[in-house]
């Protein structure tokens, strides 16, 4: 008997009240200029009231765990304008950087947070800093960009960002330095894990200097692997355009006989897009993800259940996370410039596979193996996702200008709430192999539950 992975259990019970408490730079007094445009139209019920909270928890079991009276049950900041502000509008100056891999939707959140700051706030000087965290730094030499309504108004037509991107530690000391020469009080990055936790040191080196800065994020992470937020911007987009992928090669495997179709997607630590793409059509016979060992070989093992469906439907496909089946392989200790492990590619490793056991079986079989990654990135956001950026953006601008930092937004239950830095990075959102994803992705395959289980 194989050992099963560990399940991956929601970790809510860990988290207390305090742990969900939003850092604010001091109290806020400044009426927030929105006041005359919200009062006007009668929708002052759109502040937030500053002691509201969105539970953490959402069950029963959930609650009656903790054994608390309910004020003492952990709950999160609604995002959402503030009838009382932090910084005064008309003297604030505000940065925005992106950092890491390219995702959809980087422009759209760029452009979202220059119109609210903007028009909302009033706020006369917004700023873009060039490729990442290097931006800041003087010795890469990169100009700042000046960034307004007009000059962002087309810029989500575009996949990418405007601003470059890059990976590799750069000096927080120096960052803040920038910050101050540049008298910024409101940076926004948006970034993955790695950015977060560059964030989190500009953070400290801010307040060891006493210094009144903001530091706002808006996670990206292509893989939808930030733990407690519904869904990452972008990812609907990335799945999406990552299901026409699986639908093209399984044209290809249907067209020849014997035809096996491989499409390997993004995921290096969560299967998220290889289970939601896979199950736009259902096409895939089989989906591997990082989350669940797999093995190649004996009756349970992959190899066999591809020959099976060969057998019967003529063709087979197979959809693998960029993650999955790295136990496969000798770790090699290599890493990218931000220190993440490089690892082993998966797809071209697997197509050899595929290919040797249908040569030994002596079955006639043709090969199509697509790696759509880049293609998928680059892409510009879908509706959904647009509008997710621009009310993500919105929401970043309103926790800024009302004084909390070291904190991102995202949306938990359908609700725009704020998440204190610290906890965005202290887990990985992964599929549960013991959850209902995972069983979706199980009935529409028709796979055993893991490859080379007994
Ligand atoms: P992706 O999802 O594409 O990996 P990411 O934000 O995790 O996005 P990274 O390349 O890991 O991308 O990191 C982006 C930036 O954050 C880099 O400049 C990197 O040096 C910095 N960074 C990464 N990890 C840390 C860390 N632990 N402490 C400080 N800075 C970090
Ligand atoms: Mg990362």
Redesign the pocket.
Known sequence: MTEDPPPVAPQNGRVSASDLEIARLGPARIVSPLAPLLDARRTTEHYVDTDDRVLLDDTAAGLSSRGLPLDELPGLEPCGPRREIYFDPSKTRAGIVT?????PGLNDVISGLVRTLTYHYGVRRVVGFRN???GFVSSYGHDVVELTPESVRDIPVDGGTVLGT?????D?EEIVDCLEQTHLNVLFVI????????A??IVRVIAERGLRIAVVGIP????NDIPYIDQSFGFQTAFARASESIRAVTVEAKSTAGGVGLVKLMG?HSGFIACYASLVRSDADAVLIPEVPFSLDGENGLLAHLHRRVDQRGHAVVVVAEGAGQELFDDGGAT?????ARLADVGPWLRERIAESFAESGRETSLRYIDPSYAIRSVPANPYDSVYTVRLSQAAVHAAMSGRTAMVVGRVRRRFVHIPMTLAVSRRNQVDPHGDLWMAVLESTGQPWRFGAD
């Open positions: 950092c890491g891999g390219l995702c990442g965290y290097q890059s990976r590799g530690p750069q927080p970034g993955g894990d790695g950015t977060l936790r560059g989190m040191e990206k992470t292509i893989d290096r990218d410039a931000s220190g993440n």
